[in-house]
Protein backbone atom coordinates (compact mmCIF):
# COMPACT_ATOMS: atom_id res chain seq x y z
CA UNK A 1 0.00 0.00 0.00
CA UNK A 2 1.25 2.96 -1.19
CA UNK A 3 2.15 6.34 1.69
CA UNK A 4 0.42 9.44 0.84
CA UNK A 5 -0.18 12.51 3.03
CA UNK A 6 -3.28 15.36 2.24
CA UNK A 7 -1.60 18.94 1.60
CA UNK A 8 -3.29 20.37 4.83
CA UNK A 9 -1.96 18.09 6.86
CA UNK A 10 1.85 19.16 6.15
CA UNK A 11 3.66 20.52 9.45
CA UNK A 12 3.04 24.42 9.38
CA UNK A 13 7.08 24.38 9.31
CA UNK A 14 7.25 23.58 6.28
CA UNK A 15 5.67 26.38 4.99
CA UNK A 16 7.82 28.52 6.67
CA UNK A 17 11.16 27.45 5.90
CA UNK A 18 11.20 29.39 2.32
CA UNK A 19 10.28 32.01 3.82
CA UNK A 20 13.12 32.19 6.75
CA UNK A 21 15.36 31.46 4.01
CA UNK A 22 14.59 34.30 1.96
CA UNK A 23 14.63 36.78 4.95
CA UNK A 24 18.02 35.40 5.63
CA UNK A 25 18.99 36.11 2.60
CA UNK A 26 18.08 39.45 2.25
CA UNK A 27 19.22 40.66 5.38
CA UNK A 28 22.97 39.08 4.25
CA UNK A 29 22.36 41.15 1.34
CA UNK A 30 21.30 44.51 3.37
CA UNK A 31 24.47 43.69 5.72
CA UNK A 32 26.33 43.55 2.55
CA UNK A 33 25.15 46.47 1.09
CA UNK A 34 25.36 48.56 4.39
CA UNK A 35 29.19 47.48 4.50
CA UNK A 36 29.87 48.20 0.63
CA UNK A 37 28.04 51.83 0.98
CA UNK A 38 29.02 53.72 4.16
CA UNK A 39 27.20 56.54 5.94
CA UNK A 40 27.23 59.54 4.18
CA UNK A 41 28.67 62.18 6.96
CA UNK A 42 27.35 65.98 5.92
CA UNK A 43 29.74 68.66 5.21
CA UNK A 44 31.62 70.47 8.40
CA UNK A 45 29.49 73.33 9.14
CA UNK A 46 31.12 76.62 10.75
CA UNK A 47 30.49 77.40 14.24
CA UNK A 48 28.89 80.48 15.46
CA UNK A 49 31.97 82.29 16.42
CA UNK A 50 33.35 81.97 12.33
CA UNK A 51 29.97 82.82 11.13
CA UNK A 52 29.71 85.77 13.31
CA UNK A 53 33.06 86.93 12.57
CA UNK A 54 31.92 86.79 8.41
CA UNK A 55 29.09 88.65 8.99
CA UNK A 56 30.85 91.31 11.35
CA UNK A 57 33.20 91.76 8.53
CA UNK A 58 30.44 91.96 5.55
CA UNK A 59 29.13 94.89 7.27
CA UNK A 60 31.88 96.80 7.61
CA UNK A 61 32.77 96.26 4.17
CA UNK A 62 29.32 97.72 3.12
CA UNK A 63 29.89 100.28 5.87
CA UNK A 64 33.09 101.40 4.32
CA UNK A 65 32.14 100.80 0.70
CA UNK A 66 29.06 102.92 1.73
CA UNK A 67 31.66 105.96 2.77
CA UNK A 68 33.64 105.30 -0.36
CA UNK A 69 30.66 105.90 -2.82
CA UNK A 70 30.04 109.10 -1.39
CA UNK A 71 33.49 109.96 -1.90
CA UNK A 72 34.37 108.94 -5.64
CA UNK A 73 31.06 107.50 -6.41
CA UNK A 74 30.91 104.15 -9.08
CA UNK A 75 28.92 106.46 -11.67
CA UNK A 76 31.55 108.77 -11.68
CA UNK A 77 33.96 106.46 -12.71
CA UNK A 78 31.85 104.65 -15.46
CA UNK A 79 30.84 108.57 -16.96
CA UNK A 80 34.69 109.38 -17.34
CA UNK A 81 35.50 110.08 -20.96
CA UNK A 82 38.78 108.12 -21.18
CA UNK A 83 40.39 105.21 -19.26
CA UNK A 84 43.06 107.44 -18.19
CA UNK A 85 40.36 109.24 -16.69
CA UNK A 86 38.43 106.19 -15.09
CA UNK A 87 41.68 105.04 -13.81
CA UNK A 88 42.71 108.15 -12.13
CA UNK A 89 38.80 108.33 -10.32
CA UNK A 90 39.90 104.36 -9.45
CA UNK A 91 42.59 105.09 -7.99
CA UNK A 92 41.42 107.90 -5.37
CA UNK A 93 38.51 105.28 -4.42
CA UNK A 94 41.29 102.74 -3.95
CA UNK A 95 42.71 105.52 -1.60
CA UNK A 96 40.02 106.74 0.29
CA UNK A 97 40.04 103.07 1.89
CA UNK A 98 42.43 104.51 4.13
CA UNK A 99 43.79 102.11 6.75
CA UNK A 100 40.11 100.09 7.68
CA UNK A 101 41.35 96.75 9.02
CA UNK A 102 40.08 94.89 5.79
CA UNK A 103 41.45 96.84 3.24
CA UNK A 104 43.92 94.46 1.68
CA UNK A 105 40.67 92.28 0.95
CA UNK A 106 38.66 95.19 -0.53
CA UNK A 107 41.72 96.57 -2.52
CA UNK A 108 42.64 93.39 -4.17
CA UNK A 109 38.58 92.98 -5.31
CA UNK A 110 38.58 96.89 -6.78
CA UNK A 111 42.12 95.64 -8.92
CA UNK A 112 40.61 92.52 -10.19
CA UNK A 113 37.84 94.54 -11.92
CA UNK A 114 40.51 97.25 -13.23
CA UNK A 115 42.27 93.81 -14.65
CA UNK A 116 38.93 93.15 -16.46
CA UNK A 117 39.81 95.60 -19.15
CA UNK A 118 43.43 95.72 -20.71
CA UNK A 119 43.90 99.02 -21.59
CA UNK A 120 44.14 99.36 -17.27
CA UNK A 121 47.25 97.05 -17.41
CA UNK A 122 48.96 99.02 -20.33
CA UNK A 123 48.83 102.53 -18.59
CA UNK A 124 49.76 100.93 -15.39
CA UNK A 125 53.18 100.04 -17.20
CA UNK A 126 53.14 103.27 -18.98
CA UNK A 127 52.44 105.04 -15.37
CA UNK A 128 55.35 103.05 -13.97
CA UNK A 129 57.85 103.88 -17.25
CA UNK A 130 57.05 107.21 -18.65
CA UNK A 131 57.29 109.82 -15.80
CA UNK A 132 56.83 112.40 -17.89
CA UNK A 133 53.19 110.77 -19.17
CA UNK A 134 52.56 110.11 -15.59
CA UNK A 135 53.19 113.56 -14.41
CA UNK A 136 51.02 115.12 -17.24
CA UNK A 137 47.72 112.92 -16.67
CA UNK A 138 48.09 112.49 -13.01
CA UNK A 139 49.67 116.12 -11.61
CA UNK A 140 50.07 116.44 -8.33
CA UNK A 141 48.24 112.68 -7.63
CA UNK A 142 51.56 111.03 -10.19
CA UNK A 143 53.04 109.20 -6.74
CA UNK A 144 49.29 107.73 -5.58
CA UNK A 145 49.07 106.64 -9.07
CA UNK A 146 52.75 105.02 -9.47
CA UNK A 147 51.99 103.59 -5.82
CA UNK A 148 48.63 101.82 -7.39
CA UNK A 149 49.97 100.86 -10.90
CA UNK A 150 52.64 98.81 -8.50
CA UNK A 151 49.46 97.40 -6.86
CA UNK A 152 47.93 96.53 -9.99
CA UNK A 153 50.94 94.63 -11.68
CA UNK A 154 51.30 92.62 -8.18
CA UNK A 155 47.46 91.60 -8.29
CA UNK A 156 48.08 90.77 -12.19
CA UNK A 157 51.32 88.26 -11.24
CA UNK A 158 49.52 87.21 -8.46
CA UNK A 159 46.30 85.68 -10.44
CA UNK A 160 46.81 85.36 -14.04
CA UNK A 161 50.42 86.57 -15.75
CA UNK A 162 53.41 88.06 -14.29
CA UNK A 163 54.21 88.98 -17.93
CA UNK A 164 53.30 92.48 -17.56
CA UNK A 165 55.24 92.80 -13.97
CA UNK A 166 58.23 91.56 -15.17
CA UNK A 167 58.46 93.95 -18.25
CA UNK A 168 57.63 96.68 -16.39
CA UNK A 169 60.46 95.82 -13.78
CA UNK A 170 63.12 95.56 -16.64
CA UNK A 171 61.92 98.84 -18.48
CA UNK A 172 62.11 100.91 -15.16
CA UNK A 173 65.60 99.27 -14.52
CA UNK A 174 67.30 100.30 -18.41
CA UNK A 175 65.16 103.59 -17.99
CA UNK A 176 66.58 104.80 -14.60
CA UNK A 177 70.05 103.27 -15.64
CA UNK A 178 69.83 105.42 -19.01
CA UNK A 179 69.39 108.46 -16.59
CA UNK A 180 72.70 107.90 -14.21
CA UNK A 181 74.24 107.24 -17.17
CA UNK A 182 73.67 111.11 -18.20
CA UNK A 183 74.73 111.77 -14.90
CA UNK A 184 71.00 113.01 -13.86
CA UNK A 185 69.11 112.83 -10.89
CA UNK A 186 66.01 110.07 -10.34
CA UNK A 187 63.39 112.74 -8.99
CA UNK A 188 60.25 111.70 -7.15
CA UNK A 189 61.67 108.58 -5.45
CA UNK A 190 61.59 106.55 -8.26
CA UNK A 191 64.51 104.11 -7.49
CA UNK A 192 61.81 103.17 -5.08
CA UNK A 193 59.68 102.20 -7.55
CA UNK A 194 62.32 100.03 -9.14
CA UNK A 195 63.16 97.95 -5.58
CA UNK A 196 59.01 97.16 -4.96
CA UNK A 197 58.59 95.84 -8.53
CA UNK A 198 61.94 93.50 -8.10
CA UNK A 199 60.88 92.94 -4.81
CA UNK A 200 57.53 91.57 -6.03
CA UNK A 201 58.96 89.85 -8.86
CA UNK A 202 61.77 87.79 -6.78
CA UNK A 203 58.33 86.96 -4.65
CA UNK A 204 56.64 85.37 -8.18
CA UNK A 205 59.59 83.30 -8.64
CA UNK A 206 59.70 82.18 -5.47
CA UNK A 207 56.07 81.03 -5.53
CA UNK A 208 56.80 79.18 -8.85
CA UNK A 209 59.50 77.33 -6.75
CA UNK A 210 62.56 78.76 -9.31
CA UNK A 211 64.89 80.40 -6.68
CA UNK A 212 67.26 77.54 -7.35
CA UNK A 213 68.24 79.16 -10.95
CA UNK A 214 68.73 82.98 -9.88
CA UNK A 215 70.67 83.36 -13.21
CA UNK A 216 67.36 82.77 -15.02
CA UNK A 217 65.74 85.22 -12.79
CA UNK A 218 68.01 87.48 -13.39
CA UNK A 219 67.99 87.38 -17.09
CA UNK A 220 64.39 87.28 -17.14
CA UNK A 221 64.96 90.75 -15.25
CA UNK A 222 66.90 92.19 -17.63
CA UNK A 223 69.86 92.46 -15.19
CA UNK A 224 72.98 93.82 -16.82
CA UNK A 225 76.66 93.84 -15.24
CA UNK A 226 77.21 97.16 -16.93
CA UNK A 227 74.28 98.59 -15.18
CA UNK A 228 75.10 101.70 -12.71
CA UNK A 229 76.28 100.50 -9.38
CA UNK A 230 72.64 101.89 -7.69
CA UNK A 231 70.63 99.78 -9.82
CA UNK A 232 73.48 96.93 -9.43
CA UNK A 233 72.67 96.97 -5.58
CA UNK A 234 68.72 96.82 -6.06
CA UNK A 235 69.15 94.07 -7.92
CA UNK A 236 71.55 92.82 -5.38
CA UNK A 237 68.89 92.95 -2.19
CA UNK A 238 66.07 91.44 -4.16
CA UNK A 239 67.84 88.46 -5.48
CA UNK A 240 69.80 87.80 -1.80
CA UNK A 241 67.29 87.94 0.38
CA UNK A 242 65.03 85.34 -0.80
CA UNK A 243 67.75 83.12 -1.27
CA UNK A 244 69.73 83.75 2.18
CA UNK A 245 66.31 82.58 3.37
CA UNK A 246 65.93 79.01 1.25
CA UNK A 247 69.82 78.65 0.89
CA UNK A 248 71.37 80.06 3.87
CA UNK A 249 73.47 83.18 3.83
CA UNK A 250 76.96 81.69 2.55
CA UNK A 251 75.49 79.86 -0.32
CA UNK A 252 73.23 82.50 -0.86
CA UNK A 253 76.21 85.20 -0.72
CA UNK A 254 78.21 83.36 -3.48
CA UNK A 255 74.91 82.41 -5.69
CA UNK A 256 74.60 86.13 -6.04
CA UNK A 257 78.12 87.38 -6.23
CA UNK A 258 78.56 84.82 -9.84
CA UNK A 259 75.47 87.17 -10.86
CA UNK A 260 76.02 91.02 -9.97
CA UNK A 261 79.96 91.45 -9.71
CA UNK A 262 80.90 92.64 -13.13
Do not use: C
Request: no cysteine; aromatic share 8%.
Amino acid sequence: MGFTMEKNSLHPLMYALPILAILVAGGYAWQGNKESNPVMTSEPTKNNAVLEKEHFIQQQDKKILDEINGIVPEEKIIAAKSHTERLKLSFERLHAIGDYFNRKALIEKELLVLLEHQENIEEAQKILTDFQHTQNVFGKEQALARVYAIKLLETQAKHYSAEPLIQTTSALALNLNETLQLQEEITHNRLRDLEDLLRISLKHFESKGTLDQPENIALRLNYRKDYEPAIRDLYDDALFFPLLKQFGREKASQMVANIIDP
